[in-house]
T-cell receptor, first 112, second 109 residues
């Protein structure tokens, strides 16, 4: 079956532009997570969805970051007025409840 | 101090060697995860465990809840095992993962 997919795989944007990243979780997975990995650094949590609600947004670094999930399926992570420090790989993961998380391939974002 | 500490930071081994990677954590957890990240960046979940020991092929993961410590063992290591191994903890059901910085393993032929 299909795994977690993310799009685009790569995104280059200019400082100040908005970007939208998409995650398609595994069908039937109610939990969805967004993580970020900056170059040479470890993974950091951004936001968690259970169904369409987000009980934990504690990792979002600023109000320029927002995310939504619709239909207990697709999620989009939006970064407004991008800054160079937003450059990173943005990873999405999904799970069926309190079980193993399955990671997508990530979106590589470069802000020039 | 990070909630999740991994050691050593970098590890080089010869093909065939037995390898141990360690992870210590400082918070109460519901589960601990071992992840593998290959140079292309893809992340694969190896184990999720909350007690005892799990084995999958040449990989063995153990956890000691009282000592807040976990180990990942690789038997008969192979160059294709070269990757970054990441330990992550979960503090509640369906909660976020908190990650260690990862250990870069290089297995030489």
């Amino acid at each position: 079956g299909a795994g977690v997919s993310q799009s685009p795989s790569n995104k280059v944007t200019e400082k100040g532009k908005d970007v939208e990243l998409r995650c398609d979780p595994i069908s039937g997975h109610t939990a969805l997570y967004w993580y970020r990995q900056r170059l040479g650094q470890g993974l950091e949590f951004l936001i968690y969805f259970q169904g369409n609600s987000a009980p934990d947004k504690s990792g979002l670094p600023s109000d320029r970051f927002s995310a939504e999930r619709t239909g207990e399926s697709v999620s989009t992570l939006t970064i407004q007025r991008t800054q160079q420090e937003d450059s990173a790989v943005y990873l999405c993961a999904s799970s069926r409840g309190p079980e193993t998380q399955y990671f997508g391939p990530g979106t590589r974002l470069l802000v020039l | 101090k990070n909630e999740v500490e991994q050691s050593p930071q970098n590890l080089t081994a010869q093909e065939g060697e037995f390898i141990t990677i360690n992870c210590s954590y400082s918070v109460g957890i519901s589960a601990l995860h071992w992840l593998q990240q290959h140079p292309g960046g893809g992340i694969v979940s190896l184990f999720m465990l909350s007690s005892g020991k799990k084995k999958h092929g040449r990989l063995i993961a153990t956890i000691n809840i009282q000592e807040k410590h976990s180990s990942l063992h690789i038997t008969a290591s192979h160059p294709r095992d070269s990757a970054v191994y990441i330990c992550a903890v979960q503090t509640g059901a369906n909660s976020k993962l908190t990650f260690g910085k990862g250990i870069t393993l290089s297995v030489r032929p």
